[in-house]
């Protein structure tokens, strides 16, 4: 019989996807907007707006079909929380995840369904050592100077090769979780360690084994 969990999943990592395409696009805008360009925001903008509905899209999608096939609660929410609840937390407050085997299964709410990915252990401490070195230089990192640094090995070496932005974007969304990473700025996407705690990121990795 066919698997309908499968597409539910493979749906779940285009929307994973997309929301980290649209992080990228806020960091070109706040880019754009130091430099006063300002015609270029504006045509940004507007992308970016298409891109949010396109995204939005994919949400239904996924929800359609879960319904179709039973995956959805009877209300159609998870974990008894409504579509206004979800959409109303912080996406920290809404991330939840776990070690199983050699793997971290990272899980999402976002309105009426959940996003969940999982990448291997040793896929995550590459990430974050690669984020950490950035930050010993910069001082901060973004998304998109990791995907940079590790777009080869992600692509030669792990199953996310037509999504190599994906387990990036889910690496920080976990230490964010954890308390080590935050974003001070908003309106950046940059990142630093907690207090310059750099040893809690390493003790960290070193208990995932």
Do not use: C
Not at 28 to 49: D, F, M, P, S
Not at 52 to 69: G, H, P, Q, V, Y
Not at 145 to 168: C, F, G, Q
């Amino acid at each position: 019989m066919p698997d309908a969990t499968a597409v539910s999943s493979s749906l779940d990592e285009l929307s994973e996807a997309m929301a980290a395409y649209e992080e990228e696009l806020a960091d070109e805008v706040a880019e754009l907007a130091k430099r006063r360009e300002w015609q270029a925001i504006e045509e940004r903008t507007e992308y970016a707006r298409n891109i949010r509905s396109f995204a939005s899209k994919i949400m239904a999608l996924k929800e359609e079909w879960d319904r179709l096939n039973g995956l959805a609660d009877d209300g159609g929410e998870p974990n008894g929380h409504t579509a206004g609840d979800a959409d109303s937390l912080p996406v920290t407050a809404r991330t939840r995840w776990e070690r199983i085997g050699d793997k971290i299964r990272v899980q999402t709410e976002g309105g009426r369904s959940a996003y969940s990915n999982v990448i291997p252990i040793w896929l995550f401490k590459d990430l974050a050592l690669a984020a950490l070195a950035r930050i010993r230089s910069n001082g901060y990192v973004k998304t998109s100077d990791v995907l940079n640094t590790m777009l080869d090995a992600i692509v030669e070496k792990s199953e996310y090769k037509r999504a190599p932005r994906l387990p990036v974007y889910v690496t920080f969304k976990v230490l964010v979780k954890e308390g080590i990473f935050e974003n001070p700025d908003r309106n950046s996407h940059r990142y630093t360690l907690v207090g310059g705690n750099e040893q809690r990121l390493l003790r960290f990795l070193e208990q995932l084994g």
